[in-house]
């Protein structure tokens, strides 16, 4: 379970999966895409578990390699 992540400024933070529903909410709404929460929520939930998969042996998770993962689908 991933408990913390590493901002781009290289700040150590709580793990928030709300911020990455959000910030794909967003995504999605800047190209005037619509999506049910529902969905949302499960698409999230494959990106954490993806990196949660990818994390074995790394020291901390971070923003950018989440935005790699929501990017690939």
């Not at 992540?5 to 529903?21: H, L, P, T």
């Not at 999506?35 to 990196?51: H, P, T």
């Amino acid at each position: 379970m991933i408990t913390e992540i590493r901002k781009r400024n290289g700040e150590i933070v709580a793990f928030d999966r709300v911020k990455v529903v959000t910030a794909m909410r967003k995504a999605f709404g800047a190209e005037s895409i619509s999506i049910d929460e529902d969905i949302l929520g499960q698409m999230a939930d494959r990106v954490i578990a993806k990196l949660e998969s990818l994390q074995h042996g790394e020291s901390l998770a971070t923003v950018e390699r989440v935005q790699d993962l929501v990017e690939e689908g």
